[in-house]
């Protein structure tokens, strides 16, 4: 008697799944910054991954305008509507630096 379900339909559901959650997330994030303790507290617990992200110079510069109530909420909804102001850095080849 074969599965119910075969490992392709397991790994596509996976990966939509993942997709959703990953979006979910983004729009919780963007939701929850704008009220002044909660983001702050979201602010401080992503800082890490935001400076990783674009950089030590523009990831302080983003989380430094976040922290800020009002700086930080009307950035927000700038950006919900015109994209990141200060972009990511350039990923690393793999392989070295050749």
Known sequence: MPAPYSKAK???????????????????K???????????????GLAGYEIRKKGLRNGI?????????????????VEFF??????DREPKKPGGAS
Do not use: E, M, N, Y
């Open 10 to 28: 397991k790994a596509k559901a996976g990966l939509t799944s993942r997709a959703a959650r990953a979006g979910g997330f983004k729009l919780a």
């Open 61 to 77: 510069i983003h989380v430094g305008l976040d922290l800020i109530p009002v700086v930080g909420t009307a950035k927000g909804v």
């Open 30 to 44: 963007r939701l929850v910054k704008p009220i002044p303790v909660v983001g702050t507290c979201v602010t401080v």
């Open 82 to 87: 015109t994209g990141d102001w200060l972009p």
